[in-house]
């Protein structure tokens, strides 16, 4: 009887330690989600939701097309012809 006393008292003791370390473990699983939760929105940011600069915007991935405003602004910005061509009056 009193080897399975100490059985029990082992396996209460093992299970205490379990329950310390699935609660450490949740802990640090929670702070992790935080923290990626955090790092998405920041990655969601750009100069269109932010204050930051469009310099800061970085290219578009590969395969994606780039967004229709600057599709647009690059097509009014760009010159038709040539407009420096020698004048002759040098």
């Keep these: 009887m009193g080897q399975l006393k100490q059985a029990y008292a082992n396996l209460k003791e093992e299970m205490a330690e379990k329950d310390r370390r699935i609660e450490e ?17 920041r990655l969601a940011k ?11 915007d970085g290219l578009t991935p590969q395969g994606e097309a780039a967004p229709k405003e600057w599709q647009a602004e ?17």
Aim: proline share 7%; hydrophobic share 30%; no cysteine.
């Design 25 to 41: 473990l949740e802990g640090l699983l929670m702070g992790a989600l935080l923290r990626l939760e955090e790092l998405e929105r």
């Design 46 to 56: 750009d100069s269109h939701n932010s204050s930051k600069p469009p310099s800061s």
């Design 74 to 90: 690059r097509r009014t910005t760009r010159a038709s012809g040539i407009h420096d061509a020698p004048s002759g009056n040098a």
